[in-house]
């Protein structure tokens, strides 16, 4: 009993001490003027912070939940009268209770309600900032017998206004909530929060060691944290501003798509593929607008590389480094890039748009032990690239490939009527058959051989762009195999049999010592001047056009099986037409007709105007069965007239 007496007692004893509190404080917020609450708030803002606050604006003041006053209108930093460092429709101080209750006023923290915060630098590169940086500096200095009431200020929907003059730059930051650690016992400084960058929120986090040295231009240690969807960005080292700004230390950037993080940054949309899942890790050096990276370990698209890397970000931006790497794959890149319509059998003719890149300079040289490109896998190659007021060329000092060597150039760039590319490049010694099938798609030769392309056109798209293709092409080939046809066979058949018979010959191998083309290409119409397949059993000679944007061919050659012991020279001329992709191959009709001895009568009678028994007798020998011991051979389509006149032959 006595002991439930005794709690009661002190419960009634708090409870009457918290009614005089309360009272005390009521009675405190009519007995204290508004104006000398103003002036000790004032009085601390400034002593802790260094800015000048101007109150002007009404007063109120709350003692629950607890107590606080409150100011409207609040402009901080003036600055002799140049736009304020800070505007804000309301700060709200709130008060410690004990020294209130003696009649003294001491702020806990303070909170700006929706302020501005205007940074601006005018073309001479000087900051309304700058008066005040001394004014922060002093007042964070320590003072003997002087301690800090508040060291927390908090900004709530604050919005962040950057202007520079010289750089016509103009940024903004929105829903701007911070809690400031402002360093009244310890010496650092530490910023938490998050704000709104172009769509996007930010969360932030930063933290000098030392505060005063960084107001000053000293050295401090630096943490930075930047978190959002489009990128991530940590900085651990020290920073310091005297005689310009420098920072080292390391930095990790992190995003989901590099493409999609450069174009939030305010970069122009990349062209093409690729540019999507980004990582990098490097030793930094920040000052006079470049960074420095070293120890660079940097992944892109699954590719990692390492090296060493310079941004420039004063003016125009450029990107300079040395890359290396095991192994690339470069098909996202290439993916995005359509040569063919929708059906596969024309040009595309999709606008082409290069604008990302004009937006930066890039002087990169990159190696690799293997690199994929598509269906072309190339080996140990060194490449440069260099890129310049939206003109891109790679450089390829060697790329040891398909058995050979790859060495040349190749550019791409912005023109008036769209985009222009070239190519110069040269294949030494390579395997004809993964060169051209897995490069060209071409799969209808095989050998070594010496390819050069020197080429370039323009176009608003790849069908545009075919039309003014020029240049010259050449390739030198030996120890090869034409795939898809039997060349001597065929000519020995026909040799033999002329008219014999209307099927498909496109089959079998026909090997040859030495293959020389020669073609000349003016504003897409290729013109091949020299084509030489030579073989000790077969010669082949073609010339005439080629028309890039139809895609189709015009060619006329000579087929030429060398004299054996019981055979003569057999000479025969025919014509390649159609499309690239299925051309018709046609063997010259009347010198097959003239070499048939079936068809001499005929010939001979046209000759004289008696053809009708010399037809009738023809066409006897043409359909005769053949003898039981000599089977008819594999046909062969000569021409519409000839397959139409003959189904055998003798």
Known sequence: MTAAKGLKRLAIAVAAVAAATFVTLIGLSFLIPASSVRDAVRKEIQAVTGLDPTLSGGVSVSLFPHASVSFHDVLLGENGGARPAVTADELTARLRYFPLLAGRIEIADVTLVRPTINVSFSADG??????????????????????????????????????????????????VDFQLAWPSISRSFAANGQFVWREQTVDASLTLSDFLAALTGQTTGVKLRLTSTPLNLAFDGTASNRPALKMDGTLDVDSPSLRDALYWTGWSRLPFGGFERFALRAQSTVGKGVISLSDVNVELDGNKAEGVLTLATDGRGAVRGTLAADSLNLTPYVAGIRLMAANERSWDRLPIALDGLTDFDLDLRLSAASIKIA???????????????????????????????????????????????????????????????????????EGRGTLALDVGGSGDSVWALTHTLSGTASLNAHDGVLVGINVE??????????????????????????????????????????????????QLTLAGQASVPARDLDLKGMATLAANASDSEFDLPFIVQGPWENPIILPDASSLIRRSSAAAPLLEAVKRH??????????????????????????????PAAATAASSSH
């Open 126 to 175: 000087q900051s309304n900032w700058s008066g005040l940086a001394a004014s922060l500096a002093h007042a964070v200095e320590p003072h003997p017998g002087r301690t800090a009431s508040f060291s927390e200020i908090g900004i709530h929907d604050g919005t962040i206004m950057v202007h520079d003059a010289q750089k016509r730059l103009a940024e903004r930051l929105d829903n």
């Open 489 to 538: 066979q065929l000519l020995r058949r026909l040799d033999k049999r002329p008219l014999s018979g209307n099927g498909d010959f496109r089959s079998g191998r026909t090997p040859f010592d030495k293959l020389v083309l020669n073609v000349k290409i003016d504003q897409g119409m290729a013109a091949v001047d020299d084509l030489r397949i030579d073989s000790p059993a077969v």
């Open 375 to 445: 269906d072309a896998q190339l080996g140990r190659t060194a490449v440069a690239a260099n890129m310049r007021d939206g003109k891109l060329d790679v450089t390829i000092g060697e790329s040891q490939t398909f058995g050979g060597v790859i060495t040349g150039a190749f550019n791409v760039g912005t023109a008036d009527n769209g985009i222009a590319v070239g190519s110069h490049l040269r294949f030494d010694d390579v395997d004809l058959s993964g060169c051209l099938g897995q490069i060209f798609g071409v799969h209808k030769l």
């Open 610 to 639: 008696s053809a009708g028994d010399a037809v009738r007798a023809v066409i006897d020998q043409l359909f005769a069965a053949p003898p039981a011991s000599s089977p008819s051979p594999a046909p062969i389509a000569t021409s």
